[in-house]
């Protein structure tokens, strides 16, 4: 099994591939200097444990290394995973 992340700005979402296929989507919009997380979802039939938590941390990690964006968590999934992983705080818009 391959899980991917890719961030795919045409469809304001980052997809989470298992072997190519698109089993999860975190959609965002982009306002000003920040990106709105807005809702997260993984397939329940191809799901396994962690893979919602692997493409929020991926989606984050790769708006923290290659942005100057603000994150906006108004995704109660992507919200919590922030409150559980205060590393990330900075990220965050306050």
């Known amino acids: ?4 992340v890719e961030n795919q700005p045409d469809q304001s979402r980052y997809a989470l591939l ?3 296929a698109v089993i999860g989507i975190a959609e965002y919009d982009l306002r000003d200097d920040a990106i709105v997380f ?3 979802e993984v397939d ?3 799901r396994e444990k962690g893979m ?4 929020v ?3 984050l990690d790769d708006v923290r ?3 100057r964006l603000r994150v906006i968590a108004s995704c109660p999934y992507v919200r919590s995973w922030l409150s559980e992983h205060p590393d990330y705080a900075g990220l965050q818009r306050r």
């Open 57 to 59: 941390q991926t989606a």
């Open 18 to 20: 298992k072997d190519g």
């Open 52 to 55: 919602a938590s692997h493409l």
């Open 65 to 67: 290394d290659n942005t």
């Open 1 to 4: 099994m391959s899980l991917t």
């Open 44 to 46: 329940p039939e191809k």
């Open 38 to 40: 807005t809702h997260t």
